[in-house]
């Protein structure tokens, strides 16, 4: 029997009612979850070397944990839970280079939110490399959900490393999020919003997490201004990614976020995403964004549809 993962979660807000429901709910699904990789997942945390917790996060590489006296082992072991997406990190003393710069994205965002004393949550988290880059920002607590397994279990090695931080990666996906949790200060949604099928119920759904007067912290994808129309609708894949359902022009997307009971929606950062930011590393051995867009041109995807472009908006509830 593993050790409940979730049990302080909800004494960091205490009253927050929803909080201790999620992280039961939260716990089971980390118990019960059927992925045919556990088993192999667990076997690599336990592997992991008993170093002294530190976090160290007001960089663009947090660091967590002393250095591992065995890092070649170490290095192994966290090759299990390949691939690594979201970073850069620095475990152990050994350094991450993950798929995505998401240091970059980060960059785009942080001035223009205020995270002293916030408490966040962060849909569609990841491994919760944003949430350590909160915290170093001064968020009081950030709660994370993704349902994604691998990203769970690599949020684990974190909390191995950093110790109980107050930032927490739950395997849950925002339909299960208890209808009475609301009140955030900000509520994040970063490349979330073109993978759900209803983006306007997303939306409201994101409106009724924050308490009045929070800040929604929207990252999704648009259409290039030289594209004429205003939504596209993939017929198939986009970028090779299977689940992306719309990609609206900043216009309907602003409009959006308005219709969802936002005030103050404004655009502050948009440009393509490059094969710099988003490729493949000896940490994420798989193709990437190289491979998604058509040969000698990078302005479309191997469908002939406009290559990725992202947008950041920021808005009041
Ligand atoms: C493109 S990644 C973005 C990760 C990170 N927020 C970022 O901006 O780099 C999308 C993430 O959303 C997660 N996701 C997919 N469906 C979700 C859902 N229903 N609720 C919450 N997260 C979801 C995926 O597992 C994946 O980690």
Known sequence: MEAPVYTALAERWQDQAGLARLAERAERRLREHPHG????????????????????????????GATA???????????????WRKGPLVLGGIRIDTEWRSDWKWERVTPYIDLGGARVLDIGCGNG?????????????????????????????CRHFGGDLPNYVLPLGIEDLPEGLGGWDA???????????????????????????????LETLVLPISRPGDLLVPDGRYARMRNVW????????????????????????????TTSEQRSTPWMTFESLEQALEPGDGSRTIEGLPAPVR?????TA
């Not at 556990?38 to 007001?58: F, N």
């Not at 022009?249 to 950062?269: K, Q, S, Y």
């Not at 947008?311 to 808005?315: K, R, T």
């Open 311 to 315: 947008a950041v908006i920021v808005a």
């Open 69 to 83: 006296p065995d890092l070649q082992g170490l290095g192994e072991t966290l090759m299990d839970l390949h691939p």
């Open 37 to 64: 990789d556990l088993t192999r997942w667990r076997d690599a945390l336990s592997r992991l070397p008993p170093v002294e917790p530190s976090a160290d996060l007001d960089r663009p590489d947090p660091r967590l």
């Open 246 to 273: 719309a990609i609206p022009g900043t216009d309907r997307l602003l409009g959006w976020v308005n219709e969802a009971g936002f005030e103050n929606a404004r655009l502050v950062d948009m440009r393509p995403t």
């Open 187 to 217: 509520v994040f949604s970063m490349g979330v919003l073109y993978h759900r099928r209803n983006p306007m119920r997303h939306l409201r759904r994101l409106r009724r997490l924050l308490k009045t007067g929070g800040t929604l912290v």
């Open 129 to 157: 490399y944003f949430g350590l880059r909160m915290l170093g920002a001064g968020a009081e607590l950030v709660v994370g959900v993704d349902p994604t397994l691998l990203f769970v279990m690599q949020y684990l090695v």
